[in-house]
Structure formats: C-alpha cells, structure tokens
C-alpha cells in the first residue's frame, strides 16, 4: 500500500509532543528575522510624539512632515518664533554629560563641554565636522563669549572662572572669594557694564564631573575617594568651604557676593534679559555636600541696577508643565526677551528639552528632545539657530528670532 506524503510541518501528535504548524513556524521565522534586522539597524533614540518613530541619528533619512511635531506652541504667541520648514537636527552623538555651549561668531563654531570625558568640543558650521577643541578642559562646565569675543569657561576641577585671551593665553577671573576657595563655577555670562557674573553650587564636587572633596569634606564625608586618581601631578585638592552663591566681577576686578543661597538655593544657570536690567537665575536641586533642603528647580529674576544692585526677589516660573516637574539648567533670552530654558525632566518621557516663556513668566512653547537638556545657546551667521546640549548629544533648530547679547 502506498503512504500518503506527509507534511512536516503539519500539527501532529508525535511522542507525546505537538509539532507547529506551518503557518506558527513561519511567522516564528519572520518574527525572528525581523527582531535580527531591528537590531541591526540600531535605531536612534525616538521621537516623544511620531508614529513610526523618528530617527535623530545625523545621518537619517530627512524628515517629511512641514512644522516639526516635537517643536510646540503652547501659545499663540510662540508661532512667531517657529520656522515651519526647520526641523530638530541631532548633530553629534558621543558625550557623557554635554553642557555649556557657546557660539563664536567670528570663527563660525560652537563649543560646548563633555564635563565627564574633561574635553571641550567643537562643532564646524561649514561642514559639520566636530573635534576636540580643548583637553584636559578641568572639567569645564559652562561657556560663553564676552563682548570682546574672549572665551569664558567655569573649571570644575580647578574650582575657577577662567577667560582665554585672544592671544591664546588664559587669565583666572576668580578662583577664591575672601581668601577661600570657590565650590565649582557652573555658568558665566558678561553684563554689558563689561562685569562678568557667575554661579557657584557644589555639582562640581561629585566624582563624575570633576574633582570630590579632600577626605572629610562636605562631598567626601569619610574619606573613601581619593580626588587625586587621573590627575596630572601637581593638581591642587581642596575642601568646600563656601556657601552656594552668584557672584559679579566688577570692570575693576573685584569679586562680590550678589545672591546667597537663601536668596537663591542651588544656583546655575542665569542670563540677562536683552536690556541687561533683569538677572535670571535658575534654582536647581540639592548638590553634594549641601546641608539645606536645595533648590525646587525654579527660575528667579531680580532687577539689576546700576553696579550690579539687585532687588525686586521674585518667582519667574515653577516649570512645572502638566503636572511634571521641568527642572531647568541653562537659560537664554531671545531679542524679545522671552526666557528659553533647557528641561530637565528625568524620565517623563515628552517633557525633556526646552522650555520657552514670554517676559511675564508664561509659558508659551515647548521643544521635545529625546534626551534630557543641560543648556542651550543662540548661534549662527543670524544668531537664530538654537543649539541644544542634551546629554550625549548636540541638536539644533532653526528659530524666527535671535538672540539676545553674546553666546
């Protein structure tokens, strides 16, 4: 008698156990080959809003939508400033902690810090290219360029605001107030008086970013870490032993306490409005080593007077949005004196990125990355691209205004 052929990959019982059918093994197969091929494209990081998800990656394939869906008016007023043609770039990927960015309109570059990897780095407008531009860097932090188009940096490592002559050399702006030695300069800017302003929390005191207390400090409490493994002989260690502040670098040199930390726990980032007559000072959260409660992640503004006077205490925003808290860390002003602050928003995923309010402290526009935000600045031939140092990456965006004063 002649067999019938079987199917081998019909369901039957065989032993005990049932056998797939076809139809289950091959979409077994595909399920297979497509996890195989997903995971061999590596896709960036993805987009907080667009169904399939987009590609941040430099070298994606261009987007295809007209206004970008992560860049939001919350207001009708934030329309003004969107360019519907211009979508987020992510330029470069491979930093630890970028931060500080600055934009240098002579040379036409951008420089920012990768805090972790003690580098600062370069971005090339001409191309694109990117290099280091300065290493070891201190663990420099925030950057900016004066009036003078001087480069400043704040060195967590070296605790200094520093200031590099157009000749090459570098001049300590501070590095001590009242004979002890500064926590870890985070952010600097020029005041059009020409007096340079920046804050002073402890962030620097963690051994990611740069260098922890000597044993027993506020930061190294028992001792355990050594500040000096990976420093090059001769690095000077040293204990915390200032409160947190902002300070002001009269034309004169001399060094004043402007704000507390009461007045403004946790200082970090801060920025003039374009008439240079209110100071913005972000309020972020307890650093290491702080004994106080810290900071709420809230921007303040005060009125500046002559010589650097502050008054006028006040509460510009909470950034909290929908009910998530958007911690800020840079901020900037647009020529219209609308604050753009960078979001902080841990793992609410939508909420990282930008936030952007008019002068009376509402919120009117939001930029979604898919990475947390440190800082931004205004850049470009026309000073209207945004770029933005997120974590491990640069982005930028094309905006519909400028701004305000030297990157």
Same mark, same amino acid.
């Given at each position: 008698?002649?067999?019938?052929?079987?199917?081998?990959?019909?369901?039957?019982?065989?032993?005990?156990?049932?056998? =797939?059918?076809?139809?289950?093994?091959?979409?077994?197969?595909?399920?297979?080959?497509?996890?195989?091929?997903?995971?061999?494209?590596?896709?960036?990081?993805?987009?907080?809003?667009?169904?399939?998800?987009?590609?941040?990656?430099?070298?994606?394939?261009?987007?295809?939508? /007209?206004?970008?869906?992560?860049?939001?008016?919350?207001?009708?007023?934030?329309?003004?400033?969107?360019?519907?043609?211009?979508? #987020?770039?992510?330029?470069?990927?491979?930093?630890?902690?970028?931060?500080?960015?600055?934009?240098?309109?002579?040379?036409?570059?951008?420089?920012?810090?990768?805090?972790?990897?003690?580098?600062?780095?370069?971005?090339?407008?001409?191309?694109?290219?990117?290099?280091? /531009?300065?290493?070891?860097?201190? @663990?420099?932090?925030?950057?900016?360029?004066?009036?003078?188009?001087?480069?400043?940096?704040?060195?967590?490592?070296?605790?200094?605001?520093?200031?590099?002559?157009?000749?090459?050399?570098?001049?300590?702006?501070?590095? $001590? /107030?009242?004979?002890? =030695?500064? @926590?870890?300069?985070?952010?600097?800017?020029?005041? #059009?008086?020409? %007096?340079?302003?920046?804050?002073?929390?402890?962030?620097?005191?963690?051994?990611?970013?740069?260098?922890?207390?000597?044993?027993?400090?506020?930061?190294?409490? +028992?001792?355990?870490?050594?500040?000096?493994?990976?420093?090059?002989?001769?690095?000077?260690?040293?204990?915390?032993?200032?409160?947190?502040?902002?300070?002001?670098?009269?034309?004169?040199?001399?060094?004043?306490?402007?704000?507390?930390?009461?007045?403004?726990?946790? =200082?970090?980032?801060?920025?003039? %409005?374009?008439?240079?007559?209110?100071?913005?000072?972000?309020?972020?959260? +307890?650093? =290491?080593?702080?004994?106080?409660?810290?900071? +709420?992640?809230?921007?303040?503004?005060?009125?500046?007077?002559?010589?650097?006077?502050?008054?006028?205490? $006040?509460?510009?925003?909470?950034?909290?949005?929908?009910? #998530?808290?958007?911690?800020?860390?840079?901020?900037?002003?647009?020529?219209?004196?609308?604050?753009?602050?960078?979001?902080?928003?841990?793992?609410?995923?939508?909420?990282?990125?930008?936030?952007?309010?008019?002068?009376?402290? +509402?919120?009117?526009?939001?930029?979604?990355?898919?990475?947390?935000?440190?800082?931004?600045?205004?850049?470009?031939?026309? $000073?209207? $691209?945004?770029?933005?140092?997120?974590?491990?990456?640069?982005?930028?965006?094309?905006?519909?205004?400028?701004?305000?004063?030297?990157?």
């Amino acid at each position: 008698m002649r067999k019938e052929a079987r199917d081998p990959f019909a369901a039957t019982e065989q032993r005990g156990r049932a056998t =797939p059918s076809r139809r289950v093994m091959l979409a077994g197969l595909g399920l297979a080959l497509g996890s195989a091929g997903l995971a061999a494209a590596e896709p960036g990081p993805p987009s907080t809003v667009t169904n399939p998800p987009r590609d941040f990656r430099p070298n994606a394939a261009p987007t295809t939508y /007209f206004t970008d869906p992560d860049v939001l008016a919350v207001d009708p007023a934030f329309e003004a400033s969107i360019v519907p043609n211009s979508a #987020i770039r992510r330029l470069w990927t491979g930093a630890l902690w970028a931060e500080g960015p600055a934009w240098n309109a002579v040379g036409r570059f951008l420089i920012w810090s990768d805090i972790p990897n003690n580098r600062q780095l370069r971005w090339l407008e001409e191309d694109g290219h990117v290099s280091t /531009f300065r290493a070891p860097s201190n @663990n420099s932090n925030g950057n900016s360029f004066d009036w003078q188009g001087r480069q400043l940096s704040c060195e967590h490592a070296t605790r200094r605001v520093v200031r590099y002559e157009l000749d090459g050399s570098a001049t300590v702006l501070a590095d $001590r /107030f009242e004979g002890k =030695p500064l @926590n870890s300069p985070n952010d600097v800017v020029q005041h #059009i008086d020409g %007096s340079y302003w920046f804050t002073d929390p402890p962030y620097g005191g963690q051994l990611y970013e740069g260098l922890p207390d000597e044993a027993g400090g506020p930061s190294n409490p +028992k001792g355990h870490l050594n500040p000096r493994f990976g420093q090059p002989a001769g690095i000077v260690t040293s204990r915390r032993v200032l409160p947190n502040a902002v300070y002001r670098i009269d034309p004169t040199d001399r060094i004043d306490r402007i704000l507390t930390d009461e007045q403004v726990p946790d =200082p970090n980032g801060l920025c003039f %409005s374009p008439d240079h007559r209110i100071l913005y000072v972000c309020s972020t959260g +307890k650093g =290491p080593g702080d004994t106080g409660p810290g900071g +709420k992640g809230e921007i303040y503004t005060f009125d500046v007077a002559e010589g650097g006077m502050l008054s006028n205490r $006040r509460l510009f925003a909470d950034c909290v949005i929908d009910g #998530i808290k958007c911690g800020p860390d840079g901020l900037r002003t647009d020529v219209d004196g609308n604050v753009w602050a960078s979001s902080n928003a841990g793992r609410a995923v939508g909420y990282n990125g930008v936030t952007v309010w008019n002068p009376a402290g +509402k919120l009117i526009g939001r930029i979604r990355l898919p990475e947390v935000c440190g800082n931004l600045t205004f850049g470009g031939p026309k $000073r209207n $691209r945004l770029f933005m140092a997120a974590s491990q990456s640069l982005y930028a965006v094309t905006v519909n205004t400028q701004g305000a004063g030297p990157a």
